[in-house]
């Protein structure tokens, strides 16, 4: 099973109750320490973002990256990633730049973000697991910070590590996700 982003809680807390249902997590650039996420700039500035103005912000959103789908890349190193964003752009491959113009044409997650948000894990339920995990995380990620893959390979027994790279929350985009993917695939697959 793999949990995203803000939907790190929920699938904790299904690997902690459901050993028997779930043989594998994977943690993707996922939120593991919700206990000290309301301290978090970044979760105050996505919680701006679902606001009541989100819907007239995404229409923006969508709009810029028609317009000019490299601006928008650029703007998205800009929020979701450490990384300086000219480089981070200049590093972005052409396929890249349309995977994140792409994720601007889908629907909002306005509605699963904030019901992520409602979702927190204690430090007892997160020691709970005891499957095999898979880390997936950026020391980039601007949205969910590094720290929740610290507090996860610190707190839960079989935990291993696969760094993503510059393109920090927004790992499908990275150059390498071709090989973060096959990590995946492999722990999955229990073949690694």
């Not at 339920?125 to 601007?142: F, G, M, N, T």
Request: glycine residues 6%.
């Amino acid at each position: 099973m793999s949990a995203i982003s803000g939907g790190g809680p929920t699938g904790i807390a299904l690997a902690a109750n459901f050993p028997q249902r779930i043989e594998r997590l994977v943690l993707l650039a996922a939120v593991s320490q919700p206990e000290e996420r309301i301290h978090e700039p970044s979760y105050k500035n996505q919680m701006a973002f679902y606001g009541p103005s989100h819907e007239m912000q995404w229409a923006l959103l969508r709009l810029i990256s028609n317009l000019s789908p490299r601006a928008m890349a650029r703007q998205t190193m800009a929020i979701f990633s450490t990384h300086d964003p000219d480089d981070a752009l200049s590093r972005l491959s052409p396929e890249g730049v349309e995977l994140i113009h792409q994720f601007y044409q889908g629907h909002s997650s306005r509605k699963g973000a904030l019901n992520d948000a409602a979702h927190t894990v204690g430090l007892e339920l997160v020691q709970a697991i005891s499957v095999p995990v898979l880390i997936v995380h950026s020391r980039e990620d601007k949205s969910v910070p590094f720290i929740h893959a610290e507090w996860s390979l610190k707190n839960i027994s079989q935990t291993r590590l696969c760094e993503a790279g510059f393109t920090g929350h927004f790992i499908w985009a990275d150059p390498d996700y071709g090989n973060i993917n096959s990590q995946i695939v492999a722990f999955l697959q229990n073949t690694k």
